[in-house]
């Protein structure tokens, strides 16, 4: 892992097969962060990404890559890419990616000491 990484995980009692992933996460010097593997069962649906703000809000355009354990890019590729370094942007899944193992989120060009929230919204149902 380079950066530092806070993944919480959160499910709804009212809507049991939905599942919210909130992974904070602030760049190392090179502006880059890698997770550690992120368990997770089901299909990814929507991510957000949510810049921080004032003196650790990233570079504009950082890129987000989420994998699977065989570096499969489960978001539609480029999707995640190019985020904004002052709102926060809503990627919905054009086709949503099974994942049943566990998954790796990158962040990449986001400026040394950076810091932002990716929030993943995993169905385990069929979408």
């Known amino acids: 892992m380079t950066g530092d990484v806070v993944v919480t995980q959160k499910t ?10 909130i992974v904070d996460w602030t ?6 962060v890698v997770s ?17 703000t004032g003196s650790v809000k990233p570079s504009d355009d950082y890129d987000v890559t989420i ?3 065989y570096g499969y890019n ?11 370094y002052v709102n926060a942007e809503r990627v919905i899944a054009a086709t949503p990616r099974w ?3 566990y998954m790796t989120v ?3 060009h986001a400026g040394a000491s950076t810091q ?4 993943i919204w995993i169905d385990r149902t069929t979408p």
Do not use: H, Q, W, Y
Not at 12 to 21: L, T
């Open 74 to 84: 489960l978001m539609d590729e480029k999707t995640i890419d190019n985020r904004d």
């Open 67 to 69: 994998t699977d354990p």
């Open 116 to 119: 932002g929230k990716i929030i």
């Open 106 to 108: 990158t962040v990449a």
């Open 27 to 32: 760049s190392d010097g090179s502006g880059d």
């Open 99 to 101: 994942v049943d193992d």
């Open 12 to 21: 709804f009692a009212e809507v049991a097969s939905r599942i919210k992933i």
């Open 36 to 52: 550690d593997p992120i368990d997770a069962i089901g299909f990814i649906v929507e991510v957000e990404t949510v810049p921080g």
